[in-house]
């Protein structure tokens, strides 16, 4: 007769970079049900909105998380000039581009880093996060900020980035990306490697697609769901293609979030090429407040995030909502965990690419 | 370069319609994106929003202050349920027949709807002092 | 090969110097944009208050009439809006870091005492009949 019993998985795990808790229900070592449980770094962002006026909130936007902060104040920044209905300059919105870039290869480095640590390939950990200053010395040098970037305005940015500046990143670009190729190449090909992801965790895509799964974790699925696809901010008029997978299990997320990496760093030598000089900040007048409701569509490094902001005519916005990836990324992390071994958690787990500061705001 | 806003519909529609809605477009393919509520004053808005091929459609809730009950889509969706365990615990509505309700207890905390507090309660000084 | 596409990257690191630093005994230099922290010339500040207003944080407060400026070094975020908002540009910020504390102290500045009025001659003539 089998016994059933209840493993905690969580807030307190070395593979997680942030708390989560899972209650894990299992028969001998599957995992017959998973039960997720959140609220370990709840802040209650969102009630800010009452007393920070509009042109504040970008600060807490990209607080809200220190490993998508560029693209949560980018996004808080596009949602605001739509309902201002404002037309922020070209140069703004393609260092918009380059920064959102930069953030998603630093991003999917980090991530790949845990995923090996998960593992236990520690050494692989250790080279990532070696890569990543490498990226970060790029952002810091541009941008004054290693984590928090705090160059997004309502409007624009902050302060330009001079073309001295941006030729000094071009001429670093082929050195970080032969650096990141080196470390992602064993996360993919190396046959250990593949043994603990291929085949773990499978999602197929009828049920990605209904638990409305985004990011990687859909594209790996083969769902070709991407939200820069819409075109906003600097992206139309760039030459790229949804990167997608079929083998829908943790092996394709893995190799969906590599091909992004060099995805990337060719989006922002296209967008160098095609940046011109000109001004980078639209100035709001004072006394003009946003009006009307509006939900503008970003694609984070997990996936597309909803910022539905609402504005009263007031300094202050009468909702401001985000709803992150790994939000949506819950249920289908709860399906996959049906049937698996309780060796496989953490490596799941981590395929999502978990970020619950995101989640809980 | 020309700002780039997405037209956005904003359907509304009775609260008794909306499992039989989330079938139908669960039947087409339109894919559910996110669940919002927003504290009015006197009543809450809910928007179920929901996308097929880049193109994202609202359906809008009116629920009045006193009777904050909604039913739930999660038979058809299930991923709807962390949303509408969110609407629980942070607005302090009641969801009917959701799936997998951990029925106020998702969120670890403190005080009792924090985004929309009862009666009793001060409400946030608005604008900066 | 399957099963050495590491090796590469090992070999490398086991005959190259390491990349860490070794400090203190070697400290990183700061970039030129880096946002470290705030420092103020006292001489060119006329106590207008902007700076004050504009922090997002409240981690400045200026005592107009006492001429004193107090930063609070753990409330401040670095964002720069102090440095944007003072006409008088006696705001900048330093790209070094602002040293760990042992106890929570506010730092402030005393600014030098107005020059004496000048007497106006109408004041010393006596008012017309």
């Known amino acids: ?361 | 370069m020309t700002q780039f806003i997405e037209t956005q519909e904003v359907v509304a529609i009775a609260r008794e319609e909306l499992p039989a809605r989330a079938a139908q477009l669960a039947k087409d393919g339109w894919r559910i994106v996110h669940v919002a509520c927003i504290n009015q004053g006197d009543h809450l808005d809910v928007i179920y929003a929901f996308d097929k091929g880049y193109k994202l459609v609202n359906y809008k809730l009116t629920i009045a202050k006193d009777d904050p009950v909604v039913p739930s889509i999660s038979a058809t969706y299930l991923a709807a349920f962390a949303y509408e365990n969110e609407l629980q615990d942070l607005f302090g509505m009641k969801v009917e027949g959701l799936v997998l309700d951990f029925k106020g207890k998702f969120y670890r905390k403190r005080h009792e709807a924090p985004f929309n507090p009862p009666a009793c309660a001060a409400t946030p000084p608005a604008g900066k002092a | 090969m399957p099963f050495f596409s590491f090796a590469g990257l090992v070999a490398k690191a086991a005959v190259s110097k390491p990349p860490t630093r070794l400090y203190p005994f070697t400290k990183r230099e700061p970039f030129a944009a880096t946002r470290g922290h705030v420092v103020i010339q006292m001489s060119s500040c006329n106590f207008c208050t902007l700076c004050a207003k504009k922090c997002p944080t409240d981690a400045i407060e200026v005592d107009r009439a006492g001429r004193v400026w107090r930063i609070d070094r753990l409330k401040c975020i670095q964002c720069r809006a102090c440095v944007d908002a003072c006409n008088k540009k006696s705001l900048t910020l330093d790209p070094q870091y602002s040293p760990a504390m042992t106890a929570h102290e506010v730092e402030s500045f005393k600014g030098e005492p107005l020059p004496p009025k000048p007497e106006t001659p109408a004041a010393a003539a006596p008012a017309p009949a």
């Open chain 1, 1 to 361: 007769m089998v016994q059933r019993t209840i493993v905690p998985f969580g807030p307190q795990h070395p593979v997680l970079p942030e708390p989560i808790h899972l209650d894990l229900v299992l028969e001998d070592e599957l995992v017959v049900q998973a039960i997720p449980s959140i609220g370990y770094v709840h802040r209650g962002l969102e009630m800010l909105a009452a007393k920070k006026d509009y042109h504040e909130m970008v600060y807490v936007a990209e607080r809200i998380c220190g490993i998508c902060s560029a693209i949560h104040g980018i996004g808080y920044c596009i949602a605001a000039e739509a309902l201002l209905q404002v037309e922020i300059p070209e140069r703004a919105a393609r260092l918009r581009v380059i920064i959102g870039e930069l953030s998603r290869i630093h991003s999917h480095i980090l991530w790949a880093g845990l995923l090996a640590d998960g593992f236990g390939f520690e050494s692989l950990f250790m080279h990532s996060w070696r890569v990543r200053e490498l990226i970060l010395d790029l952002l810091e040098e541009a941008t004054g900020g290693r984590v928090i970037f705090g160059i997004s305005k309502v409007g624009g940015l902050r302060r330009d980035i001079d073309d001295a500046q941006l030729e000094r990143m071009a001429g670093k670009l082929d050195l970080v990306e032969r650096e990141c190729r080196a470390i992602t190449d064993p996360l993919i090909n190396d046959s250990t490697v593949k043994k603990r992801t291929v085949g773990v965790g499978k999602l197929p895509m009828e049920i990605a697609h209904l638990l409305g799964a985004v990011g990687p974790t859909a594209r790996g699925s083969g769902l070709a769901l991407d939200a820069r696809k819409l075109g906003y901010g600097g992206y139309d008029g760039l030459k790229w293609e949804p990167i997608v997978e079929t083998g829908a299990d943790c092996h394709a997320r893995s190799a969906v979030r590599v091909r992004e990496i060099t995805q990337s760093f060719d989006l922002i030598r296209q967008t160098l090429k095609a940046i011109r000089p000109g001004e980078v900040d639209l100035k709001i007048k004072p006394g003009v407040n946003p009006k009307g409701k509006y939900a503008a569509r970003i694609e984070q490094p997990r996936g597309e995030v909803i910022y539905y902001l609402e504005g009263n005519g007031t300094a202050n916005l009468q909702r401001f909502r985000v709803r992150t990836p790994t939000f949506a990324n819950v249920a289908p992390l709860v399906k996959m965990l049906e049937g698996c071994q309780l060796a496989d958690v953490p490596v799941i787990v981590l395929t999502i690419d978990p970020c619950i500061s995101c989640t809980e705001r």
